[in-house]
């Protein structure tokens, strides 16, 4: 079971708004609203979540909303006084809370692009903040900035700033205080709803309108199956650490239950390298080590493989439950470019790693179906050309289309009835999963980079752009 091949992921950032509107069309998110008066209402001492709210827009782009970063930090100070008197239950999300309000402020008072980035220099000097990640601090500024700005949206200045201010606040937070994952993590949404984080971040990177979903009608059927206490199994390649957030973005109008309560299997570096951190806080987690990177400290090899043990039988558990929904990308890593050709295309996938995930489906006594899907994102932020052993890549951003297509189950029992012996069947079984991954892969391919859009459409793979 230890030698499951998983994937590393991470996804990106939201705020804690004022809507507004863009007439910019290639921008397509729902406004969201910071309400300190809101966060009163609840039981617990305070709520940093934004809630989405739909506009009358008929394009997710219609409409941007900029976070006011004084928001939060005049909410941070109002709560001060009322931490020691929460009758709050959750004590995990108590001793965040009071986490957050004696952290550090550096980024919470930002005005300008000048105050951002002088407030890492006052951190590296106050010995706070390593310098190194400060270097990365600022790279990841300015090539996010590129990119938002390459979406034409006309508040785009102010949009930078307040992500990255609140991504900024989330790095430096887990420094003063280092947040340790466990084997199964669960998306944090209070007392800092780091889901809606990773969502806004990411969101102005996505231009809508060269964007698609691939039969979106499975994933109403797959809602209904997990309403029934069946499990789900996506059997995915992998591109970007975004991939996370851009699959809830592409399905938050149409399935955002689906977008929401996905499990991702991830690698290890997306729960140590500081800047993937706060970004992978706001996903459910299944964490385990790579097969790519198992290797890298041989002192270290042992321990990776009892940690690996631990998250399966996490995983065991997770599905002997129901109604779960499991992503998993058997390549065991982001696709990358052919060195020659530079032509992207689904990376192989592992037989051990499918054949586990379908037994442990099949073990936990629930229904499980077991879906392919396909995902192109890698303009938006590509991986490194080749495999890093260190942990901190150079992130190389982008505003571009993205596609997401899913076809329908594959059914193992189907494939062994007409193989010769079982290991043949599960070769057979891992290539019917990875020709519909790399089918609907070009299709969407076709409709993005081709400019095809609708019509690259196939018999099998019909395509929509669901929150038109």
């Not at 990776?304 to 990308?329: C, H, P, V, Y």
């Not at 901190?392 to 010769?420: C, M, N, Q, Y």
Request: aromatic share 8%; with cysteine; proline share 6%.
């Amino acid at each position: 079971m230890s030698s499951l091949s998983l994937t590393f992921f991470a996804t990106t950032a939201p705020r804690v708004l004022v809507p507004s509107s863009s007439s910019n069309p290639k921008l397509s998110p729902p406004s969201y609203s910071f309400s300190a008066t809101t966060a009163r209402r609840h039981s617990t001492a305070v709520s940093f979540r934004s809630g989405a709210r739909r506009t009358s827009a008929t394009c997710p782009c219609a409409s941007f909303s900029s976070f006011n970063v004084r928001a939060m930090a005049k909410m941070v100070q109002d709560r001060e006084s009322t931490v020691s008197s929460s009758s709050a239950s959750d004590k995990q999300n108590k001793k965040m809370l009071n986490i957050e309000v004696n952290h550090s402020r550096t980024f919470l008072d930002v005005r300008s692009e000048q105050d951002l980035l002088s407030g890492i220099g006052r951190e590296v000097e106050a010995g706070r903040l390593p310098s190194n990640l400060a270097t990365g601090m600022e790279e990841l500024y300015h090539n996010y900035k590129n990119a938002v700005f390459q979406s034409g949206n006309s508040r785009a200045d102010e949009i930078v700033l307040s992500n990255m201010a609140v991504a900024f606040d989330r790095v430096l937070l887990d420094i003063e205080e280092p947040f340790t994952f466990s084997s199964y993590h669960k998306s944090m949404r209070e007392p800092f709803d780091y889901y809606m984080f990773g969502q806004n971040y990411i969101r102005p990177l996505v231009d809508f309108r060269s964007s698609y979903v691939g039969n979106v009608s499975l994933f109403f059927e797959m809602e209904e199956k997990l309403n029934q206490g069946h499990n789900i199994v996506l059997i995915s390649n992998h591109q970007t650490e975004a991939d996370p957030a851009i699959i809830a973005l592409l399905l938050e109008s149409t399935n955002p239950h689906v977008a929401e309560n996905l499990t991702y299997i991830a690698g290890d570096r997306v729960i140590t390298d500081p800047l993937c951190k706060p970004f992978s806080m706001g996903r459910n987690l299944i964490c385990v080590y790579s097969k790519k990177h198992m290797l890298d400290v041989p002192e270290l090899i042992e321990m990776k493989r009892k940690s690996n043990t631990r998250s399966l039988k996490e995983m065991a558990l997770l599905l002997r439950g129901g109604s779960q929904i499991i992503w998993i990308a058997p390549s065991g890593g982001r696709d990358r470019p052919d060195p020659v050709t530079g032509e992207w295309y689904p990376a192989p996938f592992d037989t051990s790693s499918i054949d586990n995930m379908r037994r442990l489906a099949e073990h936990s006594g629930i229904p499980g179906h077991i879906y392919p899907l396909a995902l192109l994102c890698h303009d938006i932020m590509p991986p490194p050309p080749q495999v890093e052993r260190e942990v901190g890549e150079k992130r190389v951003i982008s505003f571009h289309g993205a596609g997401l297509s899913v076809a329908p189950e594959i059914s193992f029992a189907d494939i062994i009835t007409a193989s010769k012996n079982p290991e043949e069947a599960k070769e057979v079984y891992t290539q019917a999963f990875y020709n519909s991954v790399t089918e609907q892969y070009n299709v969407l391919k076709s409709a993005i980079h081709g400019k095809q859009g609708l019509k690259a459409s196939i018999p099998s793979v019909s395509l929509s752009q669901p929150w038109g």
